[in-house]
Nanobody
Framework: EVQLVESGGGLVQAGGSLRLSCATSGFTFGDYPILWFRQTPGKEREGVSG????????YFASSAKGRFTISADNAKKTVYLQMNSLKPEDTAVYFC??????????????????WGQGTQVTVSS
């Protein structure tokens, strides 16, 4: 059974940093590209940053470029999202999701088959 478990969310002041983790199990790490999405109430789920560790590719939404980095630890089967210079508009529930290789780099939620339960990030002004 494929499982994705997010952790690392919390409350931080604007300008601060958080590192989110997405621990995976149930599949060969690297088989499925991983993307971080976020969602606020009443809004569509938005892609933030993704990684295809097998291909060595990373992807960033314009809102994340220059502030967020993404990495993967193959031994721990975990994907990390390092978020720096956080802004109040980054406040959301953050989800990690896995997709089939042919959708690598996609920011379309419907193309992601497996999802974690989400972790709340709150940035205070």
């Amino acid at each position: 059974e494929v499982q994705l478990v997010e952790s690392g969310g919390g409350l931080v002041q604007a300008g601060g940093s958080l590192r989110l983790s997405c621990a995976t199990s149930g599949f060969t790490f690297g088989d499925y590209p991983i993307l971080w999405f976020r969602q606020t109430p009443g809004k569509e789920r938005e892609g933030v940053s993704g990684i295809n560790s097998r291909a060595g590719s990373t992807y960033f939404a314009s809102s994340a470029k220059g502030r967020f980095t993404i990495s993967a630890d193959n031994a721990k089967k975990t994907v990390y999202l390092q978020m720096n210079s956080l802004k109040p508009e980054d406040t959301a529930v953050y989800f990690c999701a896995a997709t089939m290789p042919e959708y690598s780099g996609s920011f379309t939620p419907a193309e992601y088959k497996y999802w974690g339960q989400g972790t709340q990030v709150t940035v205070s002004s």
